[in-house]
């Protein structure tokens, strides 16, 4: 298997950092990857480690210590070097570096060769401890990615930057000595809150490819060990309060023996090297005696991810009352011992520091402003004494972070395994995409009928399941179904609501993965399914053997309804069959349009069209997804030129659910949606099935709704996209030659009168118009303020339906709230076209 390498600028063998490391690392281990660290003893000069060899570094069993090969023999690098560079930087002089560069990122390139590496995580990389190191690992990146062809495969994650962590050592904004982040095709970047994200933002503006990885809370996996306390010499009614943490002035454990003070029968417990900064260690030693406080320094513990027989942190928070975190105000990042607490279920204290609240709001526990009293007031002291002895109070704490906490791991683990998936088995043909929303009722019968294809072999395809914010077992249901399955099975999340935003996600997940593959000309199937639907024995056979007999972009199956569900009920029967039968004829033709409920797209054509498309529309005054992502994807693959071949004998079968519990909404033609907004209603069925047939006028009026929606779209749409269907015998033999001829001649007309020649005909000019005012109201009305006076004011207030768009998307819903005319919407907020 290939390697995982790990990098960390922290130069500590346990610290923050490394934490969220193991933690990250941990997941990609899990699938098969080896896990190496380089600690950063040879990058940062201030720690006293350059070159030192490991000896007694504490971590999980499954990762190995590691570091870059020869770079002891580069000549002149070494700590007085690194010191130099780092004074120019806090001088904002840019050194002169760049032998000392090649040399190292040649080293490290001839490393991850030596070790197989496939994937990079990179810790605290930006902040200019080590420019030089900085420069190289970007040159290595690059030199590395493109000799491998590798994708993006390095996570790129920042804990600290110049603004956050002792600002004066590292220059003066913006900071022209530090190494600029770079737009690479192999880097993705990471911020642990929307704060850190914004600010470095505000610095590097050009940056794409940056999201928020918050730290994640990982619960314990075993207990603590029963001899903890008596090793330490702590007795078993001694209440602990929990400090672990690098034992240095800026993280104020003097507040901890102040507070520990005035809460009898309680001792501290620092778990944190003492050697790092031994004079600090004194101090606390000679102010733990001068207050009396019980205090125990118990060294360097092992991570909570540690398996070994050392102690480890969890063994600290299995026997703790109270994890503390009272650091200095503005020396923090994201506060790692207050995420380890929640985790564990153990209640924390800490001070109000400079990024408390963009990271933990929300959470709950007695917070000391630092800013009004920097040691513990007799009223902090009595919430923490509280905390510890009310029971009641204590369970409602723990339950309330916890529940906080799971989320935040969650969206952790998802962004991770969305933009770093696990790599695809070597036979694997074909992926299989499956949007779930609370689907327990049925998803265990569509795996089966997934799994039960005849004349494929298991390892030749996989299952991308996307949840789509499930709330009941569906999820659970699939997991344990693959776990006796003979498929490979992959959970998604797709936060964003919507079919086809969950849809894209699996397509893309899956297209990212198979960009690996080593056969380049073996042709990758990307398939979509409906988590409702089950398909026959021969879907993936027949759809998989026409796509490759035709060499088509796109497949499309058969669907079918079971006729034992419509027994008693013949007119519906009779209307459902003739528009099936209109189906078949013109899918023969034309080779249709793909339907989500199954079909096939070869990979090269999906990501040639930039894949599916999602297009929003107005629904009771909310943007949401318009649910035609399928057909509008099918249109634009015919549109490039793609071909859609028709594959009749692949099937599913159609999920009744909407004709036995919302016939009404068929029969009236508003099954999905009224007034241009094409939306289906959620259907969860509770009551009995609809078993009556229906009358001789709603049978007509069905059909009359069903033929209406089919012909435009099966037999006029095709040949609007691709004229040259019209000169084919099979397509003028069902048209006739007359009708066939005129039928192309109006074609060309309507398509030559439907270009834009200028800015005059009012339904061209009035988008375009409604797009620039919205994007530049405000600059407008200031120009209008200043020439014509300022009565005129400001802008009016804008619809409420850009309430809830994210400020980086304004322009594009504008773009979908002036174009959506059908439900008239934009042209209402103008006036209509006229007020006086």
Same mark, same amino acid.
């Given at each position: ?100 560069? /090649? ?60 603004? @956050? ?96 003070? @005035? ?141 906080? /906490? ?46 039960? @294809? ?66 380049? /000309? ?94 929003? @529309? ?205 439900? /008239? ?12």
């Amino acid at each position: 298997m290939p390697a995982l390498w790990g990098v960390s600028f922290d130069a500590t063998a346990m610290s923050g950092v490394v934490v969220e490391f193991l933690k990250t690392s941990r997941h990609f281990a899990d699938q098969g990857y080896r896990v190496h660290l380089d600690l950063g003893y040879d990058i940062k000069a201030d720690k006293g480690r350059f070159f030192q060899a490991y000896r007694h570094e504490r971590v999980p069993e499954w990762v190995e210590l590691d570091r870059v090969d020869g770079v002891g023999r580069i000549a002149g690098y070494g700590p007085e070097f690194v010191a130099a560079t780092l004074e120019s930087v806090r001088r904002d002089r840019i050194p002169d570096v760049e032998r000392i560069t /090649g040399e190292l990122a040649e080293a490290i390139v001839r490393t991850w060769e030596d070790r197989d590496v496939a994937l990079v995580i990179v810790e605290n990389g930006t902040l200019p401890e080590n420019v030089t190191y900085t420069k190289a690992l970007y040159r290595a990146i690059e030199t590395y990615g493109a000799e491998r062809d590798l994708g993006r495969y390095v996570l790129w994650r920042d804990h600290d930057l110049m603004w @956050q962590s002792e600002p004066d050592k590292y220059g003066s904004f913006p900071y022209p000595a530090t190494p600029p982040m770079v737009n690479s095709p192999h880097i993705h970047y990471f911020a642990l809150h929307e704060e850190a994200k914004r600010r470095t933002l505000e610095w590097m503006p050009h940056l794409r490819n940056l999201d928020v990885l918050p730290n994640s809370f990982t619960a314990p996996t075993r207990p603590g060990r029963p001899d903890f306390r008596a090793h330490h010499g702590i007795a078993p009614d001694t209440k602990i309060i929990a400090r672990f943490t690098r034992i240095i002035p800026q993280k104020r454990i003097d507040r901890d023996l102040h507070l520990v003070a @005035q809460l009898p029968g309680t001792c501290l417990f620092v778990a944190g090297d003492t050697e790092e900064n031994p004079a600090e260690t004194g101090k606390l030693r000679a102010l733990a005696e001068e207050l009396q406080v019980p205090v125990v320094f118990g060294g360097v513990l092992a991570p909570c991810e540690s398996t070994g027989p050392e102690f480890s942190v969890r063994d600290l928070l299995a026997h703790a009352e109270i994890v503390s975190f009272l650091t200095s105000y503005d020396y923090e990042s994201y506060g790692n011992p207050i995420a380890e607490a929640i985790a564990a279920g153990v209640p924390y204290i800490a001070s109000r520091y400079a990024l408390y609240d963009t990271v933990y709001a929300g959470f709950e526990a007695p917070v000391l402003d630092v800013l009004a009293h920097d040691l513990p007031t007799p009223e902090f002291a009595r919430q923490v004494h509280e905390l510890m002895t009310n029971a009641e109070r204590r369970a409602e704490v723990v339950a309330h972070n916890r529940k906080l /906490g799971t989320h935040t791991r969650e969206v952790a683990d998802d962004l991770v395994s969305t933009l770093f998936p696990p790599p695809m088995g070597a036979d694997v043909r074909l992926s299989v995409v499956l949007p779930v929303y609370n689907e327990a009722a049925n998803i265990e019968e569509v795996l089966r009928s997934l799994e039960d @294809q005849e004349d494929i072999e298991p390892s030749a395809y996989e299952i991308v399941l996307v949840d789509n914010n499930s709330t009941d077992d569906t999820v659970e249901i699939a997991r344990a179904f693959a776990e006796r399955s003979r498929f490979d099975l992959h959970v998604i999340s797709e936060r964003e609501q919507g079919v086809a935003c969950a849809r894209r996600a699996g397509m893309e997940f899956a297209v990212r993965r198979s960009r690996n593959r080593k056969d380049p /000309g073996e042709r990758f199937y990307l398939m979509s399914a409906d988590a409702d639907c089950r398909v026959d024995r021969r879907w993936l056979t027949e759809l998989l053997a026409a796509m490759e007999k035709d060499k088509a972009a796109i497949g499309v199956c058969d669907y079918y309804y079971n006729a034992d569900h419509f027994v008693g009920r013949p007119r519906l029967w009779d209307a459902i069959q003739r528009t099936l039968r209109c189906r078949a004829v013109t899918f023969s033709l034309f080779g249709g349009f793909p339907d989500g409920k199954g079909f096939a797209v070869e990979r090269e054509a999906y990501e040639d069209v930039g894949g599916i498309e999602i297009f929003y @529309q107005l629904h009771n005054g909310r943007f949401v997804n318009h649910l035609s992502d399928d057909w509008d994807f099918g249109i634009r693959v015919a549109g490039f030129g793609h071909s859609i071949t028709y594959a009749p004998r692949s099937k599913v079968e159609i999920n009744p659910r909407r004709v036995n519990h919302a016939i009404d909404e068929v029969v009236t033609g508003r099954a999905y949606g009224n007034d241009g907004i094409i939306v289906m209603r959620d259907i969860r069925p509770e009551a009995p099935p609809v078993t009556a047939d229906l009358t001789e006028a709603e049978a007509v009026q069905a059909w009359e709704f069903s033929i209406k929606d089919f012909t435009p779209k099966n037999t006029i749409l095709p040949v609007l996209l691709t004229p040259s269907f019209l000169d084919e015998d099979a397509v003028v033999a069902f048209f006739g030659e007359e009708l066939a001829s005129r039928l192309g001649a109006r074609i060309a007309e309507i398509k030559a009168e439907m270009s834009v020649v200028d800015f005059v005909p009012i339904h061209s000019y009035k988008t375009p118009t409604y797009r620039l005012y919205l994007e530049f109201r405000d600059e407008i009305f200031a120009r209008l303020r200043a020439t014509v006076g300022e009565d005129i004011g400001f802008p009016p207030p804008l619809p409420e339906c850009f309430d809830d768009v994210p400020e980086g998307r304004f322009a594009e819903f504008v773009k979908y709230y002036c174009e959506d005319r059908e439900s /008239g919407e934009a042209h209402n907020y103008f006036g209509n076209g006229g007020v006086f």
